[in-house]
């Protein structure tokens, strides 16, 4: 990997946890899809999904919301970042034995 590739990467990466620790001051209102939903009064027709890895960004077992919801954030991003990378990595081994080939 190149190092500019590598220092995008990281900076990627740092730019997405510091999102992740500011995440406790986002807006406590409902998102614009959620509140088209709630204002056209089919919000309470919503499925959930069928599985939650961490549900309502809590991070189970903590009592403080804001530190639940920052490791909440955390976790997901390095989950993100990590299967991001691995496709990546997967992907330039793939191109580089098309071009020794």
Sequence with gaps: MKASSRR???AGLGIALLVALLSPLASPH???LERVAEDQGFL???ADAPYHL??????????NEAAAT????IVG???????TWGLAAA???RQDAQKRA
């Design 54 to 63: 961490i549900a309502d960004y809590l991070f189970p077992g903590i009592s």
């Design 30 to 32: 409902p998102d614009g």
């Design 77 to 83: 991003t390095l989950l993100v970042f990590g299967i």
């Design 91 to 93: 992907l330039r081994r």
């Design 8 to 10: 995008l990467w990281i």
């Design 70 to 73: 920052i490791l909440a954030g």
């Design 44 to 46: 309470e027709r919503a």
